[in-house]
Nanobody, 113 residues
Framework: QVLLVESGGGLVQAGGSLRLSCAAS????????MEWYRQAPGKQRELVAR???????NYADSVKGRFTISRDYPENTMYLQMNSLRPEDTAVYYC???????WGQGTQVTVSS
């Protein structure tokens, strides 16, 4: 059984910042793709950011220039730094490692006007 646990969500005013963390219960290899998704009320879950150590990170157009995905190998942790947050960013955010077939439980991010 593989567990991914997100943390760092919360309530923030528009223009503020949050840093999300995702801790894995097993070692994540450097070649493993790591992803962040989000799902807003009434909307389909969407890919926000993807990181492969062999490639440059990829971001949804809506978050380019504001969000940064990164990883910490010794602690099997990945991060999503979110700056210049907007009310439209309000959603539950999930981490995902496709090669492990693992999803986190989600962490709520709420951005007020």
């Amino acid at each position: 059984q593989v567990l991914l646990v997100e943390s760092g969500g919360g309530l923030v005013q528009a223009g503020g910042s949050l840093r999300l963390s995702c801790a894995a219960s097993v070692t994540v290899l450097s070649a493993d793709t790591m992803e962040w998704y989000r799902q807003a009320p009434g909307k389909q879950r969407e890919l926000v950011a993807r990181l492969n150590v062999l490639d440059s990170p990829n971001y949804a157009d809506s978050v380019k220039g504001r969000f940064t995905i990164s990883r910490d190998y010794p602690e099997n942790t990945m991060y999503l730094q979110m700056n210049s947050l907007r009310p439209e960013d309000t959603a539950v955010y999930y981490c995902h490692v496709p090669t492990l077939g693992a999803w986190g439980q989600g962490t709520q991010v709420t951005v007020s006007s």
